[in-house]
């Protein structure tokens, strides 16, 4: 997976800020890049002030470690759109450290020119967003930190966790891969000797963690996009399907207007619906959302997801017909 160019740039200046000299070619291998875009970058990291050295005895390229980037004045549109993310939007999902971006956030304002910091403060007092539904997590910092430092030392864990799948707390050992953040809560992504294979721990269900002894060597060239790969969400199932849905006109629109998944593929009909095509690599996950559209919804395609979603239904009529035990007196 190629690093965005603005985030490698970054990353290029930690690497050559570490207290070694890097060669063009270590730098290309590094960033898996060719050493054409690893010399633009660092004409681009020249161009903002940062001044590296090429060293002729080594062949490599280095920042002094004690640099700092000067600190630059902030237009309006800057400035609110960070205060609109540390203020309001941070809201939004369960971000680690909320307190920390929240301070940082006020340093940020103090340090704004008056008129830029009084435009932020009416303008953030006429904005507000909605938080969605979303994970608990009363350990997030904890369990965030615990893992991101495994991560970053190559340090293997042991986790309690508390599995759904298996339904029991479980003893899990796992060399952690990567951290990340699916609609509503956070996942630690990584190889676990327990289950022999890559798999997905949500950090709401982690009961304790603690580091072991190991540390591991495997995992640096993880990523999770191609880990993911087709799946309509996080769940791989190692079977692709081609998935052909009938939207009708009552919500036609609303679909169309979110790109769900890559391979999205979209024709409208002259009544107001709309056919929706997907690739997706298994048909639990997409059936739930299927499901979501009620009553305005056709699977055209495949077969197996049409059966799953009448089978669904009929359980949904036998549940909520009238005189149907509840289960909670079953």
């Known amino acids: 997976m190629k690093t965005p160019r603005v ?15 890097y060669s063009a070619d270590d730098l290309s291998r590094i960033f898996k890049t060719s050493r054409r875009t690893i010399f633009r970058d660092l004409k681009e990291l020249a161009g903002v002030g940062v001044p590296y050295k090429y060293s002729p005895q080594t062949g490599g390229y280095a920042v002094d470690p004690e640099f700092f980037l000067p600190p630059i004045n902030l237009s309006i549109r800057e400035a609110l759109g960070l205060l609109l993310l ?8 369960q971000a680690p450290f909320k307190e920390s971006v929240l301070l ?24 507000s967003a909605r938080p969605p539904a979303q994970a608990h997590s009363d350990l997030l910092d904890n369990r965030f930190a615990g893992i991101q430092d495994a991560i970053l030392n190559k340090r293997k864990l042991l986790l309690q966790y508390d599995s759904l799948f298996d339904g ?19 996942y630690v992504l990584g190889y676990s000797s327990t289950y022999r294979s890559i798999r997905t721990f949500k ?16 995992g640096g060239d993880f990523d999770p996009i191609e880990y993911l790969g087709r799946a309509w969400s996080m769940i791989p199932e190692g079977k692709m399907y081609s998935v052909n849905l009938r939207f009708l006109p009552k919500v036609a629109n609303n679909v169309v207007d979110v790109q ?64 149907h035990t509840p289960v909670d007196k079953l």
Request: include cysteine; proline fraction near 3%; glycine fraction near 6%.
């Open 7 to 21: 985030g490698r740039v970054i990353r290029l200046l930690t690497t050559l800020q570490s207290g070694r000299d």
């Open 203 to 218: 950090l709401s269900r982690i009961k304790d963690l603690r580091l072991l002894s190991g540390e591991f060597t495997n």
């Open 260 to 323: 769900w998944h890559s391979t999205q593929k979209v024709a409208r009909c002259e009544d107001g619906s709309a056919i929706v095509e997907f690739r997706v690599d298994g048909l639990g996950e997409i059936s739930w959302w299927v499901l979501g559209y009620g009553d305005q919804v056709q699977v055209l395609a495949p077969a197996e997801l049409r059966t799953r979603i009448v089978k669904a239904a009929e359980n949904i009529i036998r549940l909520n017909a009238p005189g």
């Open 104 to 127: 940082a956030a006020l340093k940020i304002e103090n340090n704004l020119p008056a008129g830029v910091r009084r435009y932020c403060n009416s303008a953030l007092r006429t904005i």
């Open 168 to 186: 029991r707390c479980m003893a899990v050992e796992l060399c952690p891969y990567h951290l990340l953040y699916n609609q509503r809560a956070w």
């Open 86 to 93: 540390a203020h309001r939007l941070r809201a939004n999902i």
